[in-house]
């Protein structure tokens, strides 16, 4: 069974631009999750999706926003991008996002800001 | 706001010693643990994971440990392998409804480097 695939893998923009990142989780599964991992904070939850729908939201501004499609992939849109998203960002996707359901990684995209 | 893990340590050991990587978390209410391994320029890998209703599970070479009462988990590695070097996270999830679902906090991580 293949894995979390993310593209693109690595990305490269400039302070102000937006950026689109897809997610497509394991066959099957029906919740992903996305996380920011950057050296000073780690790991952060920044929302979770379930049958197209966000069910659970982090403390993130509003520029981060997400959605899911009808296939389960998963996108995550950051807006007026600023040096500090710069990082790597990870989806996760699980059968149903619940509490014990193990959550599977993708290879993550490495987002830099300049 | 709640946390899990400490900042980020090292553990350097030889290739066929066993390897404990701690953990402490700060809400007693969490009801499910899981432990990550993350290589360079890879996503997290699921290693084991352990509800808060057991004290300790095992599986393939690793073994994990709950203390509840000072809210503390350990990993365990047995004849650690060159292979087993990487970033370790421990991560918990809370029962809380709906803003439990999908949802992992995560601590800050280890680096275990095993010299051969």
């Known amino acids: 069974k293949a894995g979390v695939t993310q593209t693109p893998r690595y990305l490269i923009k400039t302070r102000g631009q937006q950026v689109t990142l897809s997610c497509s989780p394991i066959?099957?599964?029906?919740?992903v999750s996305w996380y920011q991992q950057t050296p000073g904070q780690g790991l952060q939850f920044l929302f979770e999706?379930?049958?197209?729908?966000?069910?659970n939201k982090g403390n993130f501004p509003g520029r981060f926003s997400g959605r899911q499609f009808s296939n389960s992939r998963s996108e995550m849109n950051v807006s007026t991008l600023e040096l500090g998203d710069s990082a790597l960002y990870l989806c996760?996707?699980?059968?149903?996002?619940?509490?014990?359901?193990?959550?599977?990684f993708g290879p993550g995209t490495r987002l830099t800001v300049l | 706001g709640e946390s899990v893990g400490l900042h980020l340590p090292t553990l350097s050991v030889q290739e066929g010693d066993n390897s404990i990587i701690n953990c402490a978390y700060s809400?007693?209410?969490?009801?499910?643990f899981i432990w990550y391994k993350q290589e360079s320029g890879k996503g997290p890998q699921f290693i084991i994971d352990?509800?808060?209703?057991?004290d300790k599970r095992q599986g393939q070479r690793v073994t994990v440990l709950l203390n509840k009462t000072v809210k503390h988990l350990s990993l365990q590695i047995a004849a650690t392998q060159p292979g087993d070097s990487a970033v370790y996270f421990c991560?918990?999830?809370?029962?809380?409804?709906?803003?439990?679902?999908?949802?992992?906090?995560f601590g800050q991580g280890t680096i275990l480097t095993v010299h051969p």
């Open positions: 996760a996707s699980s059968g149903a996002g619940a509490l014990t359901d193990t959550q599977y």
């Open positions: 991560a918990e999830n809370t029962y809380a409804g709906g803003t439990s679902y999908g949802k992992l906090t």
């Open positions: 999706y379930f049958s197209e729908t966000q069910r």
């Open positions: 352990i509800r808060s209703n057991m």
């Open positions: 066959s099957g599964h029906r919740s």
């Open positions: 809400n007693s209410a969490s009801d499910y």
